[in-house]
């Protein structure tokens, strides 16, 4: 996909003649959590409406990242798609999320490079520098005022190899210190971090406001008197941010009901084509809900799905996938196409088949039931935290459990049994239970499983749930 695009200024920021003295109003419209958002050519085209029509005069549009990935397209493209919806929206500064970072350091380099926004990073740092082209922060100037812009990512994220993601503490206070020297009385942190982190950022003498990302939900909130805002996932709702002074306002801009950008629609649909995301791979007879508290309670088919694709696709006992990593989306019905099955985890990981003893197997699964926070992502007082085919977990509603039967049998604690999952599940400290001296053998990317569950027909066969009331 060619685009034609205006070349950006990388250089660094004179503060000399700069108005960031000014009280009049700034105002911020701020973004993050794209991902699969772009595979619906629609949704990006109003989000794109929306970015361009509100917040009146010269807004600051901010992208607190994971726009490049995870995404059916962002397989195919490695994250260049993202850029035809950048060039429509023109963010004036973007942060770095955990998943820009999907398709490797060279990718996410070229990427945000081609991207008119200004990467901003404090912390995610390669050979003792920001990554890439970045600056630690940035002052956007408007004829009304001007801001001082920080970003920092969760330090607990996954990156590749060479990189490290530091204190985001600390690379706050000290740009900061330093926007503060260079005149600035308005300080927004772009924070795709998660809660805990994100609640320590805004007790941080200095900051403003942050426009969040990472954590998927619609919110906002006040620490220490400083506004929070987190837009959700896939292009749910944009955050006007309003900074008048002393004060700063917020405000939402609903996505949905934004009329659609058709140029945008245009070329993420043509791409969509080009890389034969459209073809037909199946057929649903009953509509595939996606409800994410009813499948971290184990009572919901998609993610039952999933795990039951990775049981066939590793020809195994029992199939796992960390429930985190199936995404968010409209139902699915009728008619199924290459990239509503990918859709469903839209992540280049290969499948592994492991091999287990029964005591490792039941150790794993009864792990996966947590009462600890997370179990807030349920309906009741457990989660679970893996998505389960050919076992069923008995578990009391105290989030006890009680029975683990593998085709309604007890797991024999010396027998060996095999397991199909991703590499996330097997190289991730989440569960304990296996790793990488468990793999038996790796496949192809894990979302192939899936299409073939889809293109043989054998969808029929799943099942609900995995979990039944002890």
């Known amino acids: 996909m060619a685009i034609e695009r205006e070349s950006v200024d990388r250089t660094a920021y004179d503060p000399s003649g700069s108005r960031a003295t000014r009280d009049e109003l700034v105002r911020v419209l701020h973004f993050a959590d794209l991902e699969v958002g772009l595979d619906s050519p629609e949704r990006a085209g109003s989000l794109a409406t929306v970015l361009n029509e509100a917040g009146g005069r010269e807004p600051i549009v901010t992208d607190g990242g994971d726009t490049l990935a995870p995404g059916v397209l962002a397989l195919s493209t490695r994250g260049t798609h993202a850029l035809a919806f950048h060039d429509a929206v023109s963010p004036d500064v973007a942060t770095f999320g955990n998943h820009d970072f999907d398709h490797g350091r060279t ?7 081609e991207s008119p926004a200004r990467y901003v990073t404090g912390n995610v740092m390669e050979g003792g520098q920001a990554f890439g082209d970045a600056a630690p922060w940035t002052i956007v100037d408007r004829s009304d005022g001007a801001l001082g812009v920080v970003g920092v990512t969760d330090p607990e994220s996954s990156v590749p190899e060479g990189l490290t993601v530091e204190d985001p503490v600390r690379a706050v206070r000290l740009a900061v210190s330093e926007l503060h020297d260079h005149g600035v009385r308005a300080v927004l942190v772009l924070a795709h971090a998660g809660d805990d982190v994100v609640r320590t950022l805004a007790r941080q003498q200095g900051v403003d406001a942050i ?15 400083t506004p929070i805002v987190r837009p959700g996932v896939n292009g749910e709702v944009v955050w006007e941010l309003d900074f008048d002074g002393e004060r700063v306002t917020t405000d939402d801009h609903d996505v949905e009901r934004a009329e659609v950008n058709e140029s945008v629609a245009e070329v993420l649909q043509a791409e969509r084509y080009r890389v034969g995301l ?9 509509p595939l809900e996606r409800d994410s508290r009813r499948r971290f309670s184990g009572v919901e088919r998609a993610g039952c799905l999933v795990a039951a694709a990775y049981r066939d696709g590793a020809s195994a006992d029992v199939g796992v996938v960390d429930t985190r990593a ?12 290459r990239a509503d099955a990918i859709g469903l985890v839209p992540f280049g990981a290969p499948l592994c088949r492991l091999t287990v003893t029964g005591r490792t197997l039941e150790r794993l699964l009864r792990e996966s039931v947590v009462t600890d926070d997370r179990a807030t992502r349920g309906t009741g ?10 076992a069923t977990l008995h578990v009391a509603a105290g989030g006890a459990v009680e029975r683990v039967r593998v085709d309604g049998e007890p797991i024999d604690a010396n027998r060996e049994y095999v397991v199909g999952t991703n590499t996330y599940v097997v190289d ?5 239970a296996v790793d990488g001296r468990h793999v038996l053998a790796k496949g192809e990317d894990q979302y192939e499983a899936v299409v073939a569950l889809f293109e043989t027909g054998r969808v029929a066969g799943v099942p609900h749930r995995f979990v039944e009331p002890a």
């Open 107 to 113: 990718a996410a380099r070229e990427v945000t490079w």
């Open 211 to 225: 426009a969040a990302g990472h954590v998927h939900r619609v919110g906002r909130e006040r620490v220490s008197g």
């Open 278 to 286: 459209e073809d037909t791979v199946g057929y649903l007879d009953e």
């Open 326 to 337: 199936i995404r968010e989306g409209p139902r699915l019905k009728g008619t199924v196409s």
């Open 381 to 390: 007082a457990y989660a679970c935290w893996l998505q389960v085919a050919g």
């Open 428 to 432: 991730s400290d989440e569960f304990p």
